[in-house]
C-alpha cells in the first residue's frame, strides 16, 4: 500500500490544456479519459477508505493567458487542497507562431501570479509537472527541432516555481524522453504532445508517486 499526503476531505484539482482536459466535458463524470481520471481510481485501489473530492478543470488548447481569465471560477471558487497543473506547451507553439505575450516571461509571470492567488485563497499545496515535447532526434523535422530548443526555458521556469512554492515536481519531459530513447514514441504517444492510454497511464503513475508521504 502506498502511504499517501491526502487525508480525509481534500479537494484535488487537475488543472491545465487538452492533455488535463481529454474529454471531459463530455463525460458524465466531468474527469475526462486521461490521466486525470485514471489518479482517483488508482487512489481508491490502494486507499478505499479515503473520502477526497477530485476536479478536472482543464481546456484544450488552453494557455497561461487562458487560465488567467477563468481562474476564479476554475480554481479560486473549488478552493483546492491540492492542485496539478501542466502547462505550457500551448503558450510555446504560440511564442513560435509570433504572440510575443506567450513568450517565457510572460509564462513566468503569469504561473507565478496564478499560484500566488491559490495558496492564498486555500493554503493549496501544488504539484508541477514539466510541460512535455515527446519526440527523438534525428527524426525530428524543423518544427520539432525548434520547440525542443525551446521547451527548456519553460521548463527551467516551472522548476523554479517548484522551488519557490515547495511544490512537488514531476520531471515529464526528462522522464519521457529516457522512456521513449528506449522504446520508442510510440510507447507513449502517437505524436509529441498527446499521449494515448498508455502514456497517460505513465502521466497517472507519476502524479501517484508525487503524493506519497
Given at each position: ?15 491545465g ?16 479519459s ?51 497543473m ?49 519526440t ?78
Open positions: 500500500m502506498i502511504d499517501l499526503v491526502l487525508k480525509n476531505g481534500d479537494r484535488y484539482l487537475f488543472m490544456d487538452s492533455i488535463t482536459d481529454c474529454g471531459r466535458r463530455d463525460d458524465p463524470r466531468h474527469m475526462g486521461g490521466y486525470a481520471a485514471l489518479v482517483p481510481g488508482l487512489i481508491a485501489a490502494e486507499h478505499p477508505e479515503l473520502q477526497l473530492e477530485f476536479s478536472n478543470r482543464g481546456i484544450g488548447g488552453d494557455t497561461l493567458r487562458g487560465l488567467e481569465a477563468r481562474w476564479d471560477e476554475d480554481a479560486l471558487a473549488l478552493r483546492p487542497t491540492w492542485m496539478s501542466l502547462i505550457g506547451i500551448n503558450d510555446l507553439h504560440c511564442y513560435m507562431n509570433g504572440d510575443e505575450d506567450l513568450g517565457p516571461e510572460q509564462y513566468a509571470a503569469r504561473y507565478e501570479k496564478l499560484l500566488a492567488a491559490t495558496r492564498e485563497a486555500s493554503g493549496c499545496q501544488f504539484i508541477l509537472l514539466e510541460p512535455f515535447y515527446y527523438v532526434p534525428p527524426g525530428a523535422d524543423e518544427h520539432q527541432q525548434k520547440v525542443m530548443e525551446l521547451i527548456p526555458q519553460y521548463i527551467a521556469i516551472v522548476h523554479e516555481l517548484a522551488e519557490k512554492f515547495s511544490a512537488r515536481l514531476i520531471r515529464t519531459h526528462e522522464w519521457g524522453q529516457e522512456i521513449i530513447s528506449h522504446h520508442g514514441t510510440e510507447i507513449l504517444c502517437n505524436e509529441p504532445v498527446h499521449p494515448h492510454l498508455t502514456g497517460h497511464a505513465v502521466l497517472a503513475q507519476w502524479v501517484l508517486k508525487a503524493l506519497k508521504a
